[in-house]
C-alpha cells in the first residue's frame, strides 16, 4: 500500500507561488508504477482534477486543466517517492483544498488520497 502525505498549502496574494509536495510512504516500488494526479475542491464545488504525470515506466506524459495550463507545473521525483506542483500566478479562483492521488494496478486497479492541504489565494 501507500500513504501520501502533502505540504506546502497556505495563504498567497493574487499572483503568487506556491510548491505542494506529496510525500509517499509504504512503498516505493508502488509510488513508481503510479500516476500520480492533484485534485482540487473548493466549498460547494465537486473535486476536479488539476494535473496528472504518468508513471516512469509509461513515459513522463503530463496533462493539466485548461484553468491551469501555463501556470502549474507537475513534476516527480521517483528516488524521493515525491510529486510536486508548482503553482505560478495564482488566482483567488484556485483556492480550495488540494489533493494528492496514485492510481496504480497490481492485478485490479488501486489508489490512495492524501489528506489535503489547503491553498487560500487572498489580498
Known amino acids: 500500500q501507500v500513504q501520501l502525505v502533502e505540504s506546502g498549502g497556505g495563504l498567497v496574494q493574487p499572483g503568487g507561488s506556491l510548491r505542494l509536495s506529496c510525500a509517499a510512504s509504504?512503498?516505493?516500488?508502488?509510488?513508481?508504477?503510479?500516476?500520480m494526479n492533484w485534485y482540487r475542491q473548493a466549498p460547494g464545488k465537486q473535486r476536479e482534477l488539476v494535473a496528472t504525470?504518468?508513471?516512469?515506466?509509461?513515459?513522463?506524459?503530463?496533462n493539466y486543466a485548461d484553468s491551469v495550463k501555463g501556470r502549474f507545473t507537475i513534476s516527480r521525483d521517483n528516488a524521493k517517492n515525491t510529486v510536486y506542483l508548482q503553482m505560478n500566478s495564482l488566482k483567488p479562483e484556485d483556492t480550495a483544498v488540494y489533493f494528492c492521488?496514485?492510481?496504480?494496478?497490481?492485478?485490479?486497479?488501486?489508489?490512495?488520497w492524501g489528506q489535503g492541504t489547503q491553498v487560500t489565494v487572498s489580498s
Open positions: 509504504g512503498s516505493g516500488s508502488i509510488f513508481r508504477i503510479s500516476t
Open positions: 492521488n496514485a492510481q496504480w494496478i497490481v492485478f485490479v486497479r488501486r489508489e490512495a
Open positions: 504525470i504518468g508513471s516512469g515506466s509509461s513515459g513522463t506524459s503530463i
